[in-house]
């Protein structure tokens, strides 16, 4: 039997927290999701770092309105995983809360994974839910990322958690901060903490709500960029010969997803319901993410762009 890893240096008796938030979506989205921080509820003193893409318009007039928000634009930006890593590196808190500027935390959030932090958890994270409203394409555009992340779910070990809602120790990021750096790539740094310092720890109670409205068209795009440059990346963490099993069974991707993704859905008539609504834009999506995804394990080059979705100018307006 192997032992459990040790757990991590102890946090102290009153931690301080950073919540990081990633701004790749747009200025409306960023505003919904810091409006939403500031209404947090029985939180703790927290503060809050956003580290954008500069090419997104319109971040630097939030300023005016969040006036203690730090916000840091990545300059020369190269792909999006670096805004991750410099979320986390400006970061100052002892417990650093994680998420993405589409995501609106619930009132409790902030409250409920600092609350979670434990001896032995190297990583805590929660649910992402849809927000209402969301047409087939978002629909098929969250299942892709965050099907299992959707209630019903257990709390305990769980294989992964999602960039979208989890929090960190900072002592221990800085102890394998050479894996996360210079690329945050999530899969290869909760695998790292996880070896070190104990579970990935899935909390039900810890909720974020997103909803991603882009074209067709767009959704299609950026799923197959964000495939290849996680194959890609992914590689820079492997040895030849896993990488070569990657590329193998690749090709296997579209039904190992489709039926992972099938298999969360039944368990929910909710779930269930959606995602037959969504069957045709999520296989559609899913064969482009697998299929860049494969490209990026074969030749181990990024995609020719990298931009994000825009989102739809009627979102827009809506405040998405």
């Known amino acids: 039997?192997?032992?459990s890893p040790p757990p991590g240096p102890a946090l102290p008796e009153t931690p301080s927290v950073t919540v990081a938030v990633v701004g790749i979506c747009s200025a409306a989205h960023l505003r919904r999701c810091l409006e939403a921080l500031a209404a947090q509820e029985g939180a703790p003193e927290f503060d809050v770092v956003v580290a954008?893409?500069?090419h997104v318009p319109d971040v630097p007039a939030l300023q005016a309105d969040f006036p203690d928000v730090r916000l840091v634009a990545n300059e020369g930006q190269r792909n999006p995983l670096e805004l991750a890593s410099l979320a986390i590196g400006t970061a100052e808190g002892d417990v650093i809360l994680l998420t993405e500027d589409h995501c609106i935390p619930r009132a409790d959030w902030v409250r409920t994974m600092v609350a979670a932090q434990r001896?032995?958890?190297a990583v805590v994270g929660g649910r992402v839910e849809v927000r209402p409203g969301a047409s087939a394409t978002d629909w098929a555009f969250y299942f892709v990322d965050f099907f299992r992340y959707a209630a019903p779910v257990q709390e305990g070990p769980s294989p992964t958690l999602t960039?979208?809602?989890?929090?960190?120790?900072k002592a221990e990021l800085e102890q394998v901060?050479?894996?996360w750096e210079t690329y945050f790539h999530e899969t290869a740094i909760n695998d790292t903490l996880r070896q070190r310092f104990g579970d990935l720890w899935l909390v039900p109670d810890s909720e974020v709500s997103m909803r991603r409205n882009v074209t067709f068209a767009d959704a299609i795009y950026e799923r197959y960029a964000f495939g290849r440059l996680f194959g890609c990346t992914r590689i820079g963490f492997c040895?030849?010969?896993?990488?070569?099993?990657y590329a193998v069974f690749a090709p296997l991707l579209p039904v190992i997803l489709m039926g992972r993704m099938a298999s969360k859905a039944l368990r929910s008539p909710r779930l269930a319901r959606s995602f037959l609504r969504a069957l045709f834009p999520l296989t559609t999506m899913v064969l482009w993410w697998s299929w860049g995804e494969w490209l990026g394990y074969v030749t181990g080059k990024h995609p020719g762009s990298l931009v994000v979705a825009p989102e739809l100018r009627a979102a827009r307006r809506a405040g998405a």
């Not at 960039?163 to 120790?169: A, D, I």
């Not at 040895?239 to 099993?245: A, F, H, T, W």
């Open 1 to 3: 039997m192997n032992a």
């Open 52 to 54: 954008y893409d500069p």
């Open 119 to 121: 001896p032995g958890r």
């Open 163 to 169: 960039v979208c809602n989890v929090s960190y120790k």
């Open 177 to 179: 901060r050479d894996v």
């Open 239 to 245: 040895s030849p010969g896993r990488r070569l099993y």
